[in-house]
């Protein structure tokens, strides 16, 4: 045998001699693996109903919006509130000036002075007709035609009375007024602006803050009042968190494929009407698979469940969940059917409505 040849064959044999024990180890804990009996608690999956949640859009909005119009014509000379003040019902927050107005109180004014100069004229003319038909002097006729004359010129003094208090009404019409309390949303006319009738000055809230849902009408049939709805919080210095409230009103009307609703919901901050928050609302319920989310390991933004196989081994098996209002629980949605039996690590509790099926 030559050299080369000697020392292959030694090669071939310290291999076969070397693998013998590196193969009967693997073999040894393989088994071992397969033969250790999983720890923890079991869960037996069973379906049970659930509620079920939609998400749509919502905004924080009060029951209504006051507009504060100008009702007469003329110059916005003040405006003493801004956006975000509180006003009250009756409050007077600006005033409009109709320069024409002054003159014809003028105009007015002096033709009320020329009647009751007119009818100063007409009684004393009475006075001395009536003297001379006393006297003989003057038929009945003339009386009666002074007494017409003393008559009209009254009239004319309480019409043109008249028609000056008019220029005042319509001259305290400028006053701009809150139609109701509330927070000020929008004051945008400056003052010094000319303004028309039915111009909007202002926008007041109206009534308490709400938070109103726009919902696809599909949904119409679905949510009533009472219904719950889930918002992240709105309280004021809560932080983060969930609000819960109920809906109070279901427009019965749809608008552009939407259906509006208002919820009330305690506590909601105010200061921001119109700011827009994700919610959730409540459209029934459905039949779900709610393990504690205990039994759930994430790895590698996979989520996986321990289930016990019918040979007693332990398979790691991934799942799709879903998140849900009840405490401490996720919904499977896919990898995992009813019977399956889950093993929770160790320390793991299943939840009160799922110990039937639970062994330790």
């Given amino acids: ?105 003028g105009a007015y004014g002096a033709q009320a002075a020329a009647a009751q100069a007119q009818a100063a004229q007409a009684q004393s003319e009475l006075s001395r007709v009536r003297f001379l038909y006393q006297n003989g002097v003057y038929a009945k006729a003339r009386l009666e035609q002074a007494q017409a004359a003393a008559t009209a010129a009254n009239a004319q003094i309480r019409a043109a009375q008249a028609q000056q208090a008019a220029v005042g009404a319509v001259a305290g019409q400028g006053a701009v007024t809150a139609p109701a309390n509330g927070r000020v949303l929008r004051a945008d006319v400056p003052a010094g602006s000319p303004v028309a009738p039915g111009m909007a000055i202002a926008v007041i809230t109206a009534g308490p803050t709400i938070v109103r849902l726009e919902m696809p009408e599909s949904l119409a049939d679905k949510v009533h009042a009472g ?99 009840e405490p401490g629980k996720v919904e499977i949605l896919s990898g995992a059917a009813a019977g399956d039996t889950l093993i929770g690590p160790t320390g793991a509790v299943p939840s009160a409505d799922q110990s039937n099926g639970a062994k330790h």
């Fill in 1 to 105: 045998m030559t050299m080369r040849g000697y020392l292959l064959a030694l090669t071939a044999l310290s291999t076969a001699v070397l693998s013998l024990p590196l193969t009967g180890c693997s073999s040894g804990e393989e088994t071992a693996q397969t033969a250790k009996a999983p720890a923890g608690p079991r869960l037996v999956l069973g379906a049970s109903d659930t509620v079920s949640w939609q998400d749509v859009s919502a905004e924080i909005a009060t029951v209504d919006q006051a507009q504060v119009l100008a009702r007469i014509p003329g110059i916005l000379t003040t405006l003493t509130v801004k956006e975000g003040d509180m006003v009250a019902k009756g409050q007077v927050i600006g005033r409009i000036v109709d320069s024409q107005l002054g003159y014809q109180a």
């Fill in 227 to 325: 219904s719950r709805v889930t918002t992240s919080s709105l309280n004021a210095g809560a932080g983060s968190g969930t609000s819960v409230g109920t809906v109070i009103k279901v427009y019965p009307s749809v608008t552009a494929g939407q259906v509006t609703v208002d919820v009330d919901m305690p506590g909601i901050d105010s200061k921001l009407i119109g700011r827009r928050v994700a919610a959730k609302v409540e459209t029934g319920t459905h039949k779900a698979l709610l393990v504690p989310a205990s039994f759930i390991t994430n790895r590698y933004g996979i989520d996986y469940v321990t289930l016990l196989t019918k040979d007693g081994s332990a398979a790691q098996v991934p799942v799709q969940t879903s998140a849900t209002t």
